[in-house]
């Protein structure tokens, strides 16, 4: 089967670094995605990585191995409002794209 | 530019109710999915239009779901009969080529008691 693993709840500091951590199992791949969402919200896109390496988007940076099926998304200098769940996504191909389920961040003052 | 609109933004029937969600897209976007979220777990993948075809419908749990979009604009996900089982946040999103970015709703709360 399919599958994406990362962990169901981490909790950081302001102002720390936190990194969530992805491992997938999938049938095909094109690339992984993060998503982040507020309680109540939509899913928010962040970033997207077709290639190994790090993708550096303001504070936050995606990183990619597809060697090692594996994944990450880096948040620096957190912030009270980056408290949310993120979703980790791959693109599998034929345009169908599977989620994660979710790492809930809390961020603490 | 408008976002992906849903609705309702929740719903809570009785078992064996017909409940039917509505997703209007990004205008233009061809590509249109239907997920649901249960709670604590995956978002987990329905179906996926290209304009009014379905081009993945692998998701759907039985026949209870049934998932149009006529014109290839706004689609409706329609349960019927409803099982408690299908309580979840039912999520749409649209992009425009498939292979970038998915821009979300906001989510459809569905309660079956």
């Known amino acids: 089967g399919q599958s994406l693993e990362q962990p169901s709840e981490v909790t950081a500091v302001e102002g720390a670094i936190v990194q969530i951590n992805c491992t997938y199992q999938t049938s095909g791949f094109y690339g992984l995605s993060w998503y982040q969402q507020h309680d109540g919200g939509a899913p928010t896109f962040l970033s997207y990585?077709?290639?190994?390496g790090l993708e550096e988007t303001g504070r936050f940076s995606s990183f990619l191995s597809r060697s090692d099926s594996y994944g990450y998304l880096l948040l620096q200098e957190l912030q009270m409002k980056d408290s949310a769940s993120y979703f980790c996504?791959?693109?599998?191909?034929?345009?169908?794209?599977?989620f994660g389920a979710g790492t809930r961040l809390f961020v603490k003052a | 530019e408008a976002g992906v609109t849903q609705f309702p933004s929740h719903s809570v029937i009785e078992k064996g109710q017909t409940v039917t969600l509505r997703c209007d897209p990004i205008?233009?976007?061809?590509?249109l999915y239907w997920y649901r979220r249960v709670m604590g777990k995956e978002i987990k993948f329905l179906l996926h239009?290209?304009?009014?075809?379905?081009?993945?419908e692998s998701g759907m749990p039985n026949n209870r779901f049934l998932a149009e979009r006529t014109g290839g604009t706004y689609s409706t996900l329609k349960v019927q009969p409803a099982e408690l089982e299908d309580s979840g946040v039912y999520f749409c999103a649209s992009s425009e080529t498939g292979s970038d970015g998915y821009t979300f709703g906001s989510g459809t709360r569905l309660t079956v008691v």
């Open positions: 996504a791959v693109h599998t191909g034929g345009f169908k794209t599977i």
């Open positions: 239009f290209v304009k009014e075809s379905k081009q993945d």
């Open positions: 990585n077709a290639l190994d």
């Open positions: 205008s233009g976007h061809d590509n």
